[in-house]
């Protein structure tokens, strides 16, 4: 899984990147800070496993802290998007081409209205940023297909063309059916005009990279302008958040100087601070108690259980202590999309596992399950398979 954060320059890309990975990423006050993709790892959180099963795990991946699971997932920080980008002005082609393999797109906008699209100092409208962004991206995926529409329209099996066309993109024939289907195309001997190109390429995204709106800058802006951009952008889930105050508090945290956890609508002071320190402190705890947190955790955790729909579950080798073949309790986390089968979890961990499959263990309830059964969320599974 990659979720991609994109937004149009200076927004505060770099910024919640930097908060969600403590990577260090540039950041500056000017456009096209990101010149190559910043790639790192953030953590998408849930309850543990462990709280309802009385025990203490011990991950192998990701953290565990106070019964919250602590899930890597990758995330990519590419360049600013500007108007016209499809054409190759702004970084282009290049940061289109960077975000192509990401299953969900964070799109940060500046709550505050300061920069306009290019990213440049004065006023903007965050809600143009959101439609402008998406536009790029669909005007590229259309070019690639306009481009390609003379080989296209040469075949009658034009789903299956598509697919190898936008191999980058990790699309299936059904999701290239299901978009042309919703724009009323024919996908035999495709020869689309422009517009329908393009329609298809906009109903395409939709389905296949949904979009959470990081509403950024939201300590300059208020609840006010976050309410009047969910009014704008009805149909999309938009949550705001201040990406520079999470990234303090992480910094903060990791020099000692407060007790705080990701998403955390307080934290505890563990040294004596005074002046400056001490009232950025005061407002940093305002903030985070009358706004539930910062924001930038919750919306890696919305794009990874909602806007993806995935589950947590626990893969273990003895059903009885929840341990791998070391003795380690709930060693695994790993995230799956909902309405994975215990037998598609044991080709995920080893493909001569899901081979030689007879059936799994739920390990809460101590039932035997088959090889079609759906796993739910919380779920601690052990793969019972004639392969030792």
Request: glycine share 10%; aromatic share 6%.
């Amino acid at each position: 899984m990659l979720v991609g954060i994109v937004g149009a320059p200076n927004k505060g890309k770099s910024t919640l990147f930097s908060a969600l990975t403590m990577a260090n990423a540039e950041i500056a006050n000017y456009p096209f800070t990101t010149i190559k993709p910043n790639l790192g790892v953030a953590y998408a959180t849930r309850e543990c496993a462990e709280k309802e099963l009385d025990t203490k795990c011990k991950p192998r991946n990701g953290l565990c802290i106070n019964g919250t699971r602590e899930i890597p997932v990758n995330v990519t920080d590419v360049a600013g998007l500007v108007p016209g980008a499809h054409l190759g002005k702004g970084m282009g082609n290049q940061f289109l081409s960077d975000l192509a393999g990401a299953s969900a797109f964070v799109q940060v906008v500046d709550l505050s209205g300061t920069t306009d699209i290019r990213g440049d100092a004065g006023s903007g409208d965050p809600a143009d940023d959101v439609i402008a962004v998406r536009k790029e991206i669909a005007m590229w995926l259309a070019g690639i297909i306009k481009k390609h529409s003379g080989q296209l329209s040469k075949r009658s099996d034009g789903g299956r063309a598509l697919v190898e066309l936008l191999s980058g993109f990790g699309l299936g024939e059904e999701q290239i059916g299901s978009a042309a289907e919703k724009s009323s195309l024919s996908t035999s001997h495709i020869s689309w005009d422009d517009g329908e190109a393009y329609a298809f390429a906009d109903t395409l995204l939709a389905a296949s990279k949904p979009t959470i709106v990081a509403a950024n800058k939201l300590d300059m802006a208020g609840p006010e302008s976050l309410e009047n951009l969910k009014k704008k952008l009805q149909g999309y889930v938009v949550l705001g958040c201040s990406a520079a105050m999470e990234l303090a508090l992480r910094k903060a945290a990791e020099g000692g100087i407060i007790d705080y956890a990701p998403g955390a609508t307080s934290f505890a002071v563990k040294k004596e601070v005074t002046g400056e320190q001490s009232r950025a402190l005061d407002y940093m705890a305002d903030f985070v108690r009358r706004n539930k947190g910062t924001g930038v955790q919750q919306i890696l955790n919305t794009a990874v259980f909602g806007l993806l729909d995935n589950i947590v579950v626990y893969p273990v080798e003895d059903e009885n202590k929840y341990t791998d073949h070391f003795g380690n309790v709930l060693p695994d986390a790993l995230l799956v999309q909902r309405g994975t089968t215990a037998l598609q979890l044991a080709a995920k961990i080893h493909t001569d596992l899901a081979q030689h499959m007879l059936y799994a263990i739920d390990a809460k309830k101590r039932l035997k399950v088959a090889k079609d059964y759906a796993l739910g969320d919380g779920d601690v599974i052990r793969i019972v398979s004639a392969v030792k």
